[in-house]
């Protein structure tokens, strides 16, 4: 039996099918990140403990299925427009029982409206009867980040730490559905 070994080529393209960065495949393998993009420029070749580290994690480990951001977004994805106004934003999260919103116009998430920013911008008001009436353009927090379908576990609790959603886009750049803190921890704790 001949067994042949993936060319040092090949080492970018199954980075990239598996949804790494450079950086991320460093730390899994503790290669340094400068060498794997020496190494993926064809500027480089390492030395044979560096190259077996890389195609062991790439190309040999068991096939396990990996947890990506498919197998974890809702696909119920509920949001309001830059012109809706603040009250039709709580009436939206209180009906569909979510505590933040992203904002999207024109198929592009421009930011978000969550419990914490409507709660401080009412409590700030002087009038809050305005207030609700207030576009959410005007008192929106940032946009949540954007993550391909293919994203890993690891990168998902990442962008989680720093923000309470994010949007999970197709190949087309198109938003297929939202992960939020809630449904990571449901994963991690065996709930569907």
Known sequence: MIFMLPELNEIKNKRKELGL????????TGVPQSLIAKIEAGKISPSYEKAKKLFDFLFFRKEEKEITAKD????KLFFVSGNSTLIEAIEL???????????????????SINE???LNALNES?????????????????A???????????????ALKENEAIL??????????????????KKMAGKK
């Not at 960065?21 to 899994?28: A, F, G, M, W």
């Not at 002087?126 to 940032?142: A, F, P, Q, R």
């Not at 297929?176 to 921890?185: F, V, W």
């Open 144 to 158: 949540f980040p954007l993550l391909k379908e293919n994203a890993l576990l690891e990168r998902i609790n990442e």
């Open 21 to 28: 960065t450079q950086t991320e495949l460093s730390e899994k």
């Open 93 to 111: 999260m209180e009906k569909k029982a979510v505590s933040q919103l992203p904002v999207i116009d024109s198929g592009k998430c421009i930011g």
């Open 116 to 118: 914490k920013n409507t």
């Open 168 to 185: 999970i886009i197709n190949e087309n750049n198109k938003v297929t559905g939202i992960i939020t803190k809630t449904d990571l921890l």
């Open 72 to 75: 974890l977004m809702s696909r």
């Open 126 to 142: 002087n009038n809050k009867e305005k207030l609700l009436e207030t576009k959410i353009s005007k008192i929106m927090g940032k």
